[in-house]
């Protein structure tokens, strides 16, 4: 990668301060200088976009730092080396980060980072927490409660090297300047993609559950109705268009779905256009009204309500912050 995100730079500068603070507000977190490490001269520089459920950041800087989450945003972290050496800390683990190796923390680990020389720059992306669990669930085909715990080292030589060429590719699109890859619907299925890549090749606590493939747990009129909501989410679904999908009674998707998802059809809808309509409006591109009928609510209301008990905020509290 040459130069990524080059049109996003945030700060530039000999102050080490202005990185701090740039990368805090960029990742929703606390960034500071590693406990005794100095302040290093030298050119601090933080480019970044902030889009729905990711943030993707490009650090060039000789500093130490340690970076702690925002104890309301659970969030992943997978950082990779663009030049260079610096050595990544989780826990009790070391490991040297550069083109080959990648790190990934967890939503409780603190991140400490430390150039191992001068002109090092890393890319930084931070996954929302609600995105891994599910796409776990996806895949794994049934709900998976347990918090992921991803291994440290990314070897993206090995089997991993398709979510390092995932990363490269996120990079390019935004630096092609093209807004089609401004659109959060564009940006949302290259994130999914990605995780999912991630979920499948890195090794993790919940790795066994996706063992077997999810074919061979996922009856077939559940996967063929799950299919066809996702398709039709904007339009009108009834329980029994979810049972007409699948090809059975209303009696028997709804014990599918129960088993196999631990939730009713209608509310496995109700939650999926909730998803949609908070990326939405996350992504600063809508209003409430407009997210709300694209995705096929009708009784804004209600809406108001249901979003308020999955997401612990009104609608109109997730625009006042974007």
């Known amino acids: ?20 603070t740039a990368a805090a507000i960029l990742f929703d977190g606390t960034v500071a200088p590693r406990p005794l490490g100095p302040l290093a001269d030298g050119t601090h520089e933080v480019r970044g976009v902030a889009a729905a459920g990711f943030t993707l950041g490009y650090f060039a800087s000789p500093l130490d730092v340690h970076v702690s989450h925002n104890s309301g945003h659970r969030s992943y972290f997978l950082n990779l ?6 050595v990544a800390s989780r826990g009790g683990d070391d490991l040297v980060l550069d083109t080959t190796t990648a790190a990934v923390f967890n939503p409780s680990d603190h991140q400490y980072l430390r150039p191992v020389r001068g002109n090092t720059e890393f890319l930084g992306l931070r996954i929302d927490a609600h995105l891994i669990h599910e796409e776990i ?12 715990l991803f291994d440290f080292a990314v070897d993206l030589t090995g089997k991993q090297k398709g979510v390092g060429l995932l990363v490269a590719s996120l990079v390019e699109q935004f630096d092609t ?32 559950a996706l063992r077997g493939g999810a ?24 329980l029994g268009d979810i049972a007409r999908a699948g090809a059975c009674s209303a009696r028997t ?21 909730l998803d949609r309509i908070r990326a939405d409006l996350l992504a600063g591109c809508d209003s409430v009204t407009t997210a709300a009928s694209r995705w096929g609510i009708t009784h804004l209301s209600r809406f108001a309500e249901s979003y308020r008990r999955r997401f612990g905020e009104l609608p109109s509290s997730t625009v006042a912050r974007r």
């Open 81 to 86: 080396g663009v030049k260079g050496e610096i």
């Open 253 to 273: 998707i709804s014990t599918a779905f129960r088993e196999r998802l631990g939730t009713s059809p209608m509310a496995y809808v109700r939650d999926l256009r």
């Open 137 to 148: 669930s996806a895949l794994a085909c049934t709900t998976v409660d347990s918090t992921v």
């Open 1 to 20: 990668m040459s130069s990524p995100l080059r049109d996003f730079v945030i700060t530039r500068s000999s102050d080490p301060m202005q990185l701090l």
């Open 215 to 238: 074919a061979a747990r996922h009856p077939r009129a559940l996967r063929t109705a799950l299919a066809w909501i996702d398709a039709n989410l904007t339009e009108t679904i009834t």
């Open 177 to 208: 300047g093209d807004p089609l890859f401004r659109r959060p619907e564009i940006q949302r299925g290259q994130l999914r993609t990605l995780v999912s890549a991630l979920l499948l090749t890195q090794p993790h606590s919940q790795t066994g």
